[in-house]
């Protein structure tokens, strides 16, 4: 009897040959998350937080060093997370960006051998009699499988028409591998669980399911194939687009064969110029088909990093297009029903418009906010943020003075840290397909500014749903008009809650107010507890010596507690 994805990704089911695999990862996830919970939660409220911020920069860099040791040296789904942070470029800091940028050219390859064993298993046949060559050496070696070029016997290359191919082949062992880290981070997500701060914004051990879910399909190529060949039909008529073709009678669940369409990588700067192609070209047209994907298909490639997308020259009288991105790797693929697609067109075409207020309704509607979240100071944040910020490249944000983003956030940081935001299911492929555009098209062109691909394709959705939009805007007018109609009564409500004194009002800077009261008082009870913790350590010691000097050592904290915020106080 075969088990359940959960009984075999059960620590109990880990073997004794990866359970040193298992521990290796929740040691690291631990200590990592530990020290976060110090650095990040602990010494703020202990009035420390320029301390905690002064170290940031190298306690990342430092977690960056030894994840990027972790990944290579486990590989498998270390991998992939790995990938997944060195591609938020928006949101992560280049201290953990750059150093794992590039993590999946490091994965060493299988021996052929081994390979060999694997493949004609699959297969049923020796290699020598299923392909006409095979190159012993890998051209590309990945986290779950590795790819070979090979030429197809003369049967097969008049059924296909194909000659020359790939055979992309699994690592031996990964299904064992990758159950060993689905265990690891669903005991981590599990611990993130019980975290509030962590909890109330995100199911972490739903994205761990999520990604479970994208992994185990992942390790599946007949499901690879069958996504391959969905995408070729979505994107047939469009000359941007090449997609390679399957050899179905050389495929199964751990063989893949497919078409050799090996051309430039898109992030292979110095070959596109001289192949005469401006990279800052590609990135507009990679945009507008990512695009494409997750606001008008609802059908996506979740996994767009630069290994998987190649540029491939082509005569211009032929496809009506110098060039055409060829996509690979379709075995992360992902989809969005038709309401959260709706809800992404908005809010895509809100983003456009720089409407805050439309903004904040579209992520209500997808469900990144709960439905009881007060969104009218965030509404005001986002109007703000558009009027100062909206339109701006990555590049020129980095040029804003800072000292305006920390004015920005001194003024909304409080508005958008209490509200309840949150993570719906199946966002964690849209949000890793996003970020991967991002990152790409930022290095075809630093400079590039990805509102010059929003707006002409937020403009397209307009005219696509005109009928839609005239239907909201007659709404609106309706509801204006009741609004009108009920003036008179609320304003008379709000005269009478004046007069009896019962308005609440929202003041984030009066809070801040009590915030530097409240660290007052810790200042005593700061030195309070440097004070016992002293005499305690050296009555102690006499018998002691070890406990003695911890109690000493640990008194230290509540001392630079109070040095902290006896400075904040005045």
């Known amino acids: 009897m075969t088990p359940s994805r959960a009984e075999r990704a059960d620590p109990v089911h880990v073997t004794p040959n990866t359970r ?126 590795q790819v070979h070029r090979a030429h197809l016997l003369p049967n097969d290359i008049a059924d296909t028409g194909l000659n020359n191919v790939v055979v992309k082949v699994q690592r031996p062992g990964i299904s064992d591998i990758v159950d060993v880290d689905l265990a690891a981070l669903r005991k981590v997500g599990g611990w993130l669980s019980h975290i509030r701060l962590v909890s109330k914004r995100v199911n972490a051990p739903a994205l761990v399911e999520e990604f479970a879910t994208t992994s185990l399909q992942e390790i599946d190529y007949l499901h690879e194939a069958a996504n391959l060949e969905r995408f070729a039909t979505e994107f047939a008529d469009d000359a941007r687009v090449l997609v390679p073709g399957v050899v179905w009678e050389r495929t199964t669940r751990q063989v893949l064969t497919l078409e050799d369409v090996t051309a430039i990588k898109i992030t292979d700067l110095p070959a596109l110029r001289s192949a005469g192609i401006d990279p800052a070209q590609i990135a507009p047209v990679f945009a507008s088909i990512m695009f494409d994907q997750l606001f008008t298909l609802g059908f996506f490639h979740a996994d767009p990093h630069p290994g998987n997308i190649f540029l491939t020259p082509v005569p211009t009288a032929a496809a009506g297009h110098p060039w055409k991105l060829t996509f690979v790797d379709f075995g992360m693929m992902g989809e969005v029903p038709p309401a959260t697609r709706s809800g992404l067109r908005k809010l895509l075409i809100a983003a456009a418009a720089r409407d805050g207020k439309g903004l904040v309704a579209a ?44 004015d920005f956030a001194a003024e909304f940081g409080d508005v958008v840290r209490s509200l309840p935001f949150q993570l719906p299911e199946n966002f964690l492929l849209i949000i890793r397909a996003m970020s991967l555009t991002s990152g790409v098209c930022s290095s075809l062109n630093p400079r590039f500014n990805l509102w010059d691909s929003v707006e002409p394709y937020a403009a397209q959705l307009l005219r696509e749903e005109r009928g839609n939009i005239v239907k909201d805007v007659a709404t609106q007018m309706l509801d204006a008009a009741a609004g009108t109609f009920r003036l008179p009564k609320r304003l008379d409500g709000l005269l009478a809650s004046l007069e009896d004194g019962s308005i609440s009002v929202t003041n984030p800077r009066l809070e801040r107010q009590m915030v530097r009261m409240n660290r007052m008082l810790r200042l005593g009870v700061g030195a309070v507890i440097f004070g016992a913790l002293l005499i305690s350590g050296s009555a102690v010691r006499a018998d002691d010596l070890v406990l003695g000097s911890v109690l000493m050592g640990v008194s230290v904290v509540p001392l630079v507690f109070g040095f902290w915020a006896g400075r904040r106080r005045r």
């Open 20 to 145: 040193a695999r298992y521990r290796r990862i929740l040691r690291f996830a631990a200590w990592h998350l530990t020290l976060t919970w110090w650095f990040e939660l602990v010494l703020p409220r202990l009035g420390m937080a320029r301390m905690a911020n002064r170290s940031r920069p190298k306690r990342m860099r430092r977690f960056a060093q030894r994840f990027h040791v972790l990944a290579v040296e486990l590989g498998g789904l270390m991998i992939k997370v790995g990938q997944f942070m060195s591609s938020r470029l928006d949101v992560l800091p280049p201290e953990i960006t750059e150093e794992l940028e590039g993590l999946q050219d490091e994965v060493p390859p299988v021996l052929f051998p081994a390979i060999r064993i694997l493949a004609e298993t699959q297969l049923g046949a020796p290699l020598e009699s299923v392909f006409a060559w095979v190159d012993q050496t890998p051209i590309a070696a990945a986290s779950l499988g």
């Open 363 to 406: 992520i209500s509607n997808i469900g990144v906010l709960v439905p009881s979240a007060n969104t009218a100071e965030l509404e005001r944040a986002m109007t703000q943020l558009f009027a100062r910020f909206g339109g701006m490249g990555f590049a020129e944000l980095r040029e804003v003075d800072p000292r305006e983003f920390r």
